[in-house]
């Protein structure tokens, strides 16, 4: 059940103006949007809420809020910290880079069957530096945003190396082995040779 305040326009939109101020000066984590497209959200229920004080009340009465200007409509691609988000973002790929676990996975992923890579997603978390490199060149700051704290990605690749090791472990191979080097014939190919060779062979 809704309380008076949350009924109340003038509330609501003084939250809004705060809601802008901080957005347009610290960002936001919105992991797809950009601080501009929600910036220009924001903006709209500010006049969405001066329009309903206006509508209900009396000239004498409008709230200290409402005499606030409306915030100006931002460019859509607007950043809040920027520079900030691209310095820990490229710290971010460096401890990436470095991190014994992510070079693991790296080095060994090639050797996993497609069934294999079904029981965990190693391409998706090897993706996650693919996709920081990426958006480093193209300087796309929304998805380096969501790396600027490393420790949110750091343990997946812990997970990862450690699903590696018991997928080797359940074949009983050694893992610095390649796969191809020990791969061994499909069971079609192994009947066309027994077909073909294998029986004569045995008299």
Not at 51 to 58: E, G, R, T, V
Not at 95 to 109: E, F, G, N, V
Not at 170 to 189: C, N
Request: glycine residues 2%; charged residues 35%.
């Amino acid at each position: 059940m809704k309380n008076r305040q949350e009924d109340d326009p003038a509330v609501q939109l003084e939250e809004r103006f705060a809601r802008w101020d901080f957005l347009y000066q610290h960002g936001g984590s919105d992991p797809t949007w950009s601080d501009g497209v929600n910036l220009n959200l924001v903006r709209n229920h500010i006049i969405y809420y001066k329009k309903l004080i206006k509508d209900s009340c009396p000239d004498s009465v409008y709230p200290d809020i409402y005499y606030r200007d409306t915030p100006p409509e931002v460019d859509q691609n607007y950043m809040a910290r920027a520079d900030e988000i691209r310095t820990n973002a490229q710290k971010s790929l460096e401890i990436y880079q470095s991190d014994p676990h992510y070079l693991y996975c790296k080095k060994h992923a090639h050797e996993l069957t497609e069934k294999e890579l079904k029981r965990f997603p190693v391409e998706n978390v090897l993706g996650y530096v693919s996709g920081l490199e990426q958006a480093i060149a193209s300087d796309d700051l929304i998805t380096m945003r969501r790396h600027e704290d490393a420790d949110r990605y750091i343990d997946s690749f812990e997970r990862c190396e450690s699903e590696i090791r018991k997928i080797f472990s359940s074949r009983e191979l050694d893992p610095q082995m390649s796969l191809f080097s020990i791969a061994e014939p499909e069971p079609d190919d192994f009947q066309d040779d027994e077909d073909e060779g294998f029986t004569q062979n045995m008299f």
